[in-house]
Every structure is written in structure tokens, then in C-alpha cells.
């Protein structure tokens, strides 16, 4: 019987040490995260250029609308490692202080880690466009969707990756004007709350609009 107990206790411990040692730790996940991300940035041809470089003159060359096109510029935001490229910054104008805004938005949201699409709503005959409202209090952005397949995925809140690109657009209303078009690679604490609590990346390719102006 004692050695009956003795074997089912090693075997215990022995199972215990196997699940923790396949438990990732936080910091293992981020550094899997950031793997993940350089090698998405690699395979896609993709060129980091600094703030301080993007800010001369706020543009990210790119294939589609260039001025360089045979460059594939993102911007990095250092302090939370979301990358940017504006493909089109618009015709409307700026947001500024004080100004809530109604937007429409068309996008493709892509897992970094999972190489497949997670979720969007390009194809216009059966999904309606994103809807979310966007307000500026002196430097501040907030937003908040309201309905769309974001909305019903994820719930209200904006990814903050979204947000951050509002201060270099100028979306158009929906009048046939050209929209604002933007790719961010996000990393997991600046994405949704699933990316959030599964540390993962996306990446997201959004075309914008501005619906009214309050």
C-alpha cells in the first residue's frame, strides 16, 4: 500500500512539473509576440522608419499610393511598438478640439500568430460598414463603436492602435470623396481586449470616413 501511495505521489508531482514547465510566463509570451511581429515585418518587405523621421514631413511611402513606390514604410511609435503607414491621409480635415465625429469604417483584421483573418467586413453586399463616433478633448482622442462586426465581436471599445492614427488623418465625409486608408501592426496591449488577454499581434488594414461632423 505505501508503495502503491509512493508511486501515484510521483506520478502526481511528475504531472504537476509537466503542466507548469508547458505554462508560458508573460514575459516568454511577449518575447514570442515580438518574434512573431519582426518576422511578419521581414516577410512583408516591410521599412521601419522613426517618428522624428515620419514627423519631417508625415509620409510613409508605400506600393499603392507612393510617392516612392517602390518602398513599404511603417512608422514605429516607440513607447508602445504599434507600427503605422498611412496609404491615404484623405480630403477632409483634421479633427480638433472639441469636434465628435461619426465615422464609418472598412477593414480586415489579421492575426499575426494565427496567418489567417480574424475578422472584417470589405465585403459591402453583406455587411454594413463599422460605425463609431471619435472626440477630440484638446490633445486627447476617445471613440466608442456603436454597431458593425467589431462592435459585435468585441463590444465598444476602439482598439487604442485606431485611435492613434486619428491625429494624422483627414477622413471625407461620404459624399463620393476620397477616404483616409491606414495599416497598423499591432501588438497584443494596444488591440482588442481578446488580443489583450491572449497576447497575440494583428494587423489591420481600415478605410475610413467621416459620416457628419457634430
Same mark, same amino acid.
Given at each position: 500500500?505505501?508503495?502503491?501511495?509512493?508511486?501515484?505521489?510521483?506520478?502526481?508531482?511528475?504531472?504537476?512539473?509537466?503542466?507548469?514547465?508547458?505554462?508560458?510566463?508573460?514575459?516568454?509570451?511577449?518575447?514570442?509576440?515580438?518574434?512573431?511581429?519582426?518576422?511578419?515585418?521581414?516577410?512583408?518587405?516591410?521599412?521601419?522608419?522613426?517618428?522624428?523621421?515620419?514627423?519631417?514631413?508625415?509620409?510613409?511611402?508605400?506600393?499603392?499610393?507612393?510617392?516612392? /513606390?517602390?518602398?513599404?514604410?511603417?512608422?514605429?511609435?516607440? +513607447?508602445?511598438?504599434?507600427?503605422?503607414?498611412?496609404?491615404?491621409?484623405?480630403?477632409?480635415?483634421?479633427?480638433?478640439?472639441? +469636434?465628435?465625429?461619426?465615422?464609418?469604417?472598412?477593414?480586415?483584421?489579421?492575426?499575426?500568430?494565427?496567418? +489567417?483573418?480574424?475578422?472584417?467586413?470589405?465585403?459591402?453586399?453583406?455587411?454594413?460598414?463599422?460605425?463609431?463616433?471619435?472626440?477630440?478633448?484638446? +490633445?486627447? /482622442?476617445?471613440?466608442? /463603436?456603436?454597431?458593425?462586426?467589431?462592435?459585435?465581436?468585441?463590444?465598444?471599445?476602439?482598439?487604442?492602435?485606431?485611435?492613434?492614427?486619428?491625429?494624422?488623418?483627414?477622413?471625407? /465625409?461620404?459624399?463620393?470623396?476620397?477616404?483616409? *486608408?491606414?495599416?497598423?501592426?499591432?501588438?497584443?496591449?494596444?488591440?482588442?481586449?481578446?488580443?489583450?488577454?491572449?497576447?497575440?499581434?494583428?494587423?489591420?488594414?481600415?478605410?475610413? *470616413?467621416?459620416? *457628419?461632423?457634430?
Amino acid at each position: 500500500m505505501k508503495r502503491y501511495l509512493y508511486i501515484l505521489s510521483a506520478l502526481l508531482i511528475a504531472a504537476i512539473t509537466v503542466g507548469c514547465d508547458d505554462t508560458e510566463t508573460y514575459a516568454e509570451q511577449k518575447a514570442r509576440e515580438n518574434k512573431q511581429i519582426a518576422d511578419f515585418i521581414k516577410d512583408n518587405n516591410i521599412q521601419v522608419i522613426k517618428m522624428s523621421d515620419f514627423l519631417q514631413d508625415t509620409i510613409t511611402n508605400n506600393p499603392e499610393t507612393g510617392p516612392d /513606390f517602390s518602398k513599404n514604410e511603417y512608422v514605429l511609435f516607440e +513607447d508602445n511598438g504599434v507600427y503605422m503607414q498611412i496609404v491615404r491621409r484623405g480630403t477632409g480635415r483634421q479633427m480638433e478640439d472639441g +469636434d465628435r465625429w461619426d465615422m464609418t469604417a472598412r477593414y480586415v483584421e489579421y492575426g499575426i500568430a494565427a496567418e +489567417d483573418t480574424l475578422t472584417l467586413n470589405t465585403f459591402a453586399t453583406y455587411t454594413s460598414p463599422d460605425q463609431y463616433w471619435c472626440l477630440r478633448t484638446g +490633445d486627447n /482622442f476617445s471613440a466608442g /463603436f456603436t454597431s458593425g462586426v467589431m462592435f459585435q465581436y468585441y463590444g465598444s471599445a476602439v482598439p487604442n492602435s485606431w485611435i492613434m492614427s486619428m491625429p494624422f488623418l483627414k477622413p471625407g /465625409f461620404l459624399n463620393g470623396e476620397p477616404s483616409a *486608408k491606414v495599416k497598423l501592426i499591432v501588438p497584443h496591449n494596444q488591440g482588442t481586449q481578446k488580443a489583450a488577454t491572449n497576447v497575440y499581434p494583428t494587423f489591420y488594414e481600415i478605410t475610413i *470616413k467621416t459620416e *457628419k461632423w457634430q
